[in-house]
């Protein structure tokens, strides 16, 4: 049984962190390569693709994906509460930092995980929870980023015009065209494997500052996340797959989104402090992920 679970959990982490090491060992090689074709394709037609395609793949229950769209709100508002008071307790920018610590990396390296763990079924469920982490990175993030709201960024978020497509079929139970399930699925796992790759390149250039705050705030998003969906579901009573993904899910390290948006949007001081809270959570994953869906493999099953 402990091989089993093992080599599930080497078959789960394996392909995720092999292929962030290879945008990384690139990144290292090529420092001046522009990733913005990348991350171009990936947030206009990739990652709607794949939230698409997922949340569709099973014949998702609208009602389960509007449960899981609220359970996902209710988990950023705790990790909200955490983030407010440890950046309060370090002197830090709440309004400006606080994105990192609420908004982990669901969108890539989440939907991964999840899709080698618990297959289409929990690969729909973390799709659930995916796009509204995706809807809060254009509308909350850059509320947080740039100081203000605007509706320009909502207006134009593709990813949220196809999560609300892909409610209409759920809601209606219509099949989906064939032609259609194969193309967004060909284009999604595509765009996975790109803003993967460009994870890793952007961590290969991203700098670490005041390296004691930023380790608190990393621990606080690597250990803050997992107790709290812990809590979550023993609140709501999930089991199997649903409590795995959820967990999974809460348990990854700060989105790259948070300083790509923070770097259009807020101060210089701002931007550095969230590039190296990415940068060192990022890293520290690397150890304790394998610990997260080992955890999710035994008593999630």
């Known amino acids: 049984m402990q091989l089993e679970i093992f080599t599930k959990l080497l078959e789960v982490i394996f392909p995720v962190f092999f292929i962030i090491g290879i945008g990384y060992m690139f990144g290292k090689k090529n420092p001046n ?14 990652v709607p ?13 609208f009602y389960l994906f509007i449960k899981f769209a609220g359970i996902t709100l209710l988990c950023i508002a705790l990790f909200a509460i955490i983030g407010v008071v440890i950046l309060l307790l370090l002197k830090r920018n709440v309004l400006t930092e606080l994105s990192p610590i609420i908004l982990p990396n669901m969108g890539n390296m989440g939907l991964a995980f999840c899709l080698f763990a618990y297959g289409p079924e929990g ?6 929870i995916a796009s509204m982490v995706m809807i809060l990175h254009f509308t909350l993030n850059i509320f947080l980023a740039k100081g203000k ?26 099949p989906v065209p064939k032609f259609i399930v194969n193309t967004t699925m060909l284009v999604g796992y595509t765009g996975l494997v790109l803003v993967l790759t460009s994870l890793g390149i952007a961590l290969s250039s991203l700098k670490t500052i005041d390296i004691k ?35 999974i899910q809460c348990s990854m390290p700060a989105a790259v989104l948070t300083y790509l948006l923070a770097k259009m949007y807020s101060a210089d001081e701002q931007t550095d402090n969230i ?10 994953s690397i150890f304790t992920i394998p610990f997260t869906v080992l955890f999710a493999l035994t008593y999630f099953n």
């Open 49 to 61: 693709s794949l939230l698409f395609y997922s949340l569709t793949l099973t014949n998702l229950d």
């Open 275 to 284: 590039a190296s809270v990415i940068a060192v959570s990022t890293t520290i």
């Open 213 to 247: 705050k930023t380790l608190i705030i990393s621990f606080a998003r690597l250990l803050g996340g997992p107790l709290i969906a812990f809590a979550v579901i023993k609140f709501f009573g999930l089991t199997g797959y649903q409590a795995g993904v959820l967990f």
């Open 123 to 128: 690969f729909s469920i973390a799709s659930a």
């Open 149 to 174: 709201f605007t509706i320009e960024p909502v207006i134009k978020s593709v990813p949220l015009y196809a999560m609300l497509v892909a409610a209409m079929f759920l809601y209606f139970k219509t």
């Open 33 to 46: 390569f522009d990733t913005n074709i990348i991350t171009g394709f990936a947030g206009s037609v990739g």
